[in-house]
DNA sequence: TATTTTACTGAGAGCGCTCTCAAAATATTG
DNA sequence: CAATATTTTGAGAGCGCTCTCAGTAAAATA
């Protein structure tokens, strides 16, 4: 079966190209009747206009890319973050009518080369870049070449780049506080890898809750995790010697896993230590106890992104568009204050 | 800064645009030295080619969608399964120089919209289709429009279409088997959602090694889950109070939700209720007691699936590849046979 | 050396759309 | 009703590639 095009569909419908380009894109200045014979006749063959040769002429793709960047320490890929986050962000797709493309790459060359040739094929309107490092080395080449993006999760403070994040440091504040108001005195702190904006922001916010209260921190309590449960279970075990009556841990993976260490060295939680965790996904209401957590809302930070790129797309306006989305403390068994 | 074009590339190479066109295509029939020079220019420049102007001249766009209809009961997206998926489909694309696209919808409206959008518009060469139902409508018009596509997970079995799989049904069976052989006597089944493939194999499986023995089995104790961890303790709760002294989940998320049912109840995993689970993520052994379960190789899956679908493509074929990945028996802790 | 093969290379015709520009049709005004 | 303004339409020139076909250069053969 063959491909229709503009063409027969405007000799069908008796009248030019340019004017069937004009109904399919919407344009003003048609004559209603017109308009409406064409779409009929659109409706009818199921006529779809051929993307490539559209955005060959119009130089616009309407194709948006994820790009995750290889990060530190592990493959965050598994964490249940990005299929929350790529939902917010396919939803808002199919709603403005873009579509996403995936990049994940293994290694740093695979990366690099993909990468240029990403930018520089014209295949993409503009990308999100999620999960980057701090010092990320794609950002200037982006903002250097003109390329629309935007990141997710904090962006380098210098960068002056556009970013939606969730408010990581008032979250990692409110779970330190919490902690504390609740009575306890050896608060432990497994953050998320600090090589990464959020993870630096959680720490930042959790150490801010004690300077405001003038409480010394123990560092030898403050660790740094990978984001993943066998993760947290590590450093929670390396933690354990030190006492710590608390533990707030950056990512309910994390926290989870530091619940695990803790119950398998046979002390409880709350009892013997609290968990806080972070993100609250399915799993932190799934476990026993249930997890207390700071509560992002992953799927909306990914719509946000979308919506945020795609005006700096049309508007071709580089001023910087930042969007910090509120957190929330959701007390649960794990933190003992429900006791 | 403007775009290079094959164009400035043959002027600067003092070539013809076809010439530039063989290079970058690795064309043989050039001249070593030409093509040394030529790539030089392209090295030089950083000229990448314009894949717009590629697919529309060539009728190729080198890009292939990974499809993830709606399907019954739950939002599978977040099951670590897909991340899992996409990172070996991710990977091959990678190798073979594919761009993936990432199709998934909320409403069986939008969903039949954008489909047809997708396959008319010539955007991609191929598609992936995964955790579709047994009663997949694409499937139809997909062999009708003669567009390249790949099922993973089961097909329905008249459907005469290409797909790659796991052992479903071999791994039910050895799931069960295993109990059987470990001597427990009530053994319950949480099937995943029956309307998928998946499903349904795992399920038959798990009754085959029963029939092998001639053994009855209780209907009672085989119930329907959705996949998630939420269905998987809900099940598991259902199932008790007929004592149930084994149960088969057939999703690890699953299995994890049954455990955690069983243990609030007061029982023991694997004293008084073993558990045995299907896939072996990364959770399975990080529960306590360790999740005996079914391993099966999810990424190799994505990876077979992209380089059966390039290989459609390459062709143009459409006589059915189909490919069943081996799965194994993990034992571990919740089974109880290591006692 | 003349002639036939074979290996390279370039000219040029599209691919299916967008968009500008000018012509045609219609509406508005004095 | 003529003159002018405005709306609607079509012609046609690209967008940057691929690919066929014919032509030229080099190699092989007689």
Known sequence: MKRLTLEEIAKIAGVSRATVSRVVNDHPNIRLEVRQRVQDVIDKTGYEPNRAARSLASNRSNIIGLFKPLVGLSDLFIDPYYPKLMNGISRECNDLDYVLTLFIFENRKEEKAKFNRIINSGLIDGLIITASAIDDPFVPVLKQRNIPFVMVGRAPQDANVSFVDAENIAGGYMAASHLIRTGYKRIACIAPELSTGVGEDRLKGFLNAFKERQIEVDKSLIVEGDFTFAGGAKMMRQLLPLKPDAVFAGS????????????????????????????????????????????????????????????????????????????????????????
């Open 252 to 339: 309910d993976a994390m926290a989870l896993g530091a619940m695990q260490a803790i119950q398998e060295s046979g002390l409880r939680v709350p009892e013997d230590v609290a968990v806080v965790g972070f993100d609250d996904f399915p799993s932190a209401s799934n476990s026993s106890p249930m997890l207390t957590t700071i509560r992002q809302p992953v799927e909306q930070t990914g719509s946000i992104a979308v919506r945020t790129l795609i005006d700096i797309i049309d508007t071709g306006s580089s001023i910087p568009r930042n969007t910090i989305l509120p957190v929330e403390l959701v007390i649960r068994g794990s933190c003992g204050a429900l006791r």
